[in-house]
């Protein structure tokens, strides 16, 4: 008897992507699983023509907290995780067919083909060779964490396989439209990641700050030939950049000063204190 598959997505207000997604996986895995957080659009229905199983999770700022809860839900005996922007060619679904059946491995690392403002990355540390990312696993050789960028981690003592990049081997990732899109996503998971490298008590200074940039430039740009993706490689190497350097500013703050409502008591207080003198002298008039 073939292992059962499942898929699990994470969803919030995808209904513009979700069914290239489900299109791409509902006729080759067993199982559908849809983890929703309150979408204010059709994306829950949209699910239900699928025949997905839907499950519900609390709004978050980003997906990672519910992908462990996701996981849970399925059933299968391997488990697709996939986004609502994210969709499996056919040669892909085949390959990953014949390695579920074959037992060679138990987990696999995927290529990815990203495509980002108007076009695929060929470099840029997001080509399809830079990019491979563990979404397709037994269930239980994979544990989920809340760690931004860094929610998956293989159970040791795991078989990996790494797919070649060959033409119809890699997922495709419709990841941001435009850079207003870019720097939207940019502006809510640095958020996230300063409050997670506060809560474990990293720290940074000024001088690793511009080192830490300077490193990402040249791992994007440089070594990571995005020079060869022309305009838009220089770009997305810049905002990999600026990444960095907004995480350690909001982390700096925490560090600092707190939190935003800590920051507007100080200011209100401060208000107060200048009007003060009003109560204490007569008020000016007009003469």
């Not at 895995?29 to 199983?53: C, L, N, P, Q, Y």
């Not at 490298?197 to 030939?225: C, D, M, N, Q």
Request: net charge neutral; glycine share 6%.
């Amino acid at each position: 008897m073939p292992p059962r598959i499942s898929v699990v997505i994470n969803t919030l207000n995808e209904e513009k992507n979700l069914a290239f997604a489900l299109r791409s996986v509902h006729s080759w895995v067993d199982e559908i699983v849809v983890v929703d957080m309150h979408s204010d659009d059709r994306t829950v229905d949209i699910a239900r023509e699928f025949g997905a199983k839907i499950f519900f999770h609390e709004r978050v700022g980003f997906a990672d907290p519910a992908r462990a809860f996701a996981l849970d839900q399925a059933s299968g005996d391997w488990i697709l995780v996939l986004d609502a922007d994210e969709v499996v060619p056919l040669p892909l679904s085949r390959k990953l067919l014949s390695i579920a059946s074959s037992g060679d491995a138990d987990a696999v690392l995927i290529p990815w083909m990203n495509y980002m403002l108007g076009a695929t990355m060929k470099h840029s540390g997001f080509g399809p060779r830079q990019s491979l990312q563990l979404r397709f696993f037994k269930k239980h050789c994979v544990k989920a964490t809340f760690a931004i960028h860094n929610f998956f981690h293989l159970v040791p003592g795991s078989r990996m396989m790494a797919l070649r990049v060959e033409p119809g081997l890699a997922v495709a990732h419709f990841a941001y439209l435009d850079s207003h899109q870019y720097l939207e996503k940019l502006n809510r998971y640095t958020s996230i990641e300063a409050q997670q490298a506060f809560e474990r008590g990293e720290r940074i200074t000024p001088v690793a700050v511009l080192v830490k940039a300077a490193g990402e430039f040249w791992s994007h740009y440089v070594t990571g030939r995005g020079f060869q993706d022309g305009w838009r490689g220089f770009y997305i190497s810049l905002f990999s950049t600026f990444y960095q350097i907004v995480a350690a500013a909001k982390l700096q703050e925490l560090t600092v000063v707190g939190r935003r409502e800590a920051i507007e008591l100080r200011y209100r207080h401060e208000a107060e204190e200048i009007l003060k003198a009003y109560g204490a002298s007569q008020s000016p008039s007009r003469s």
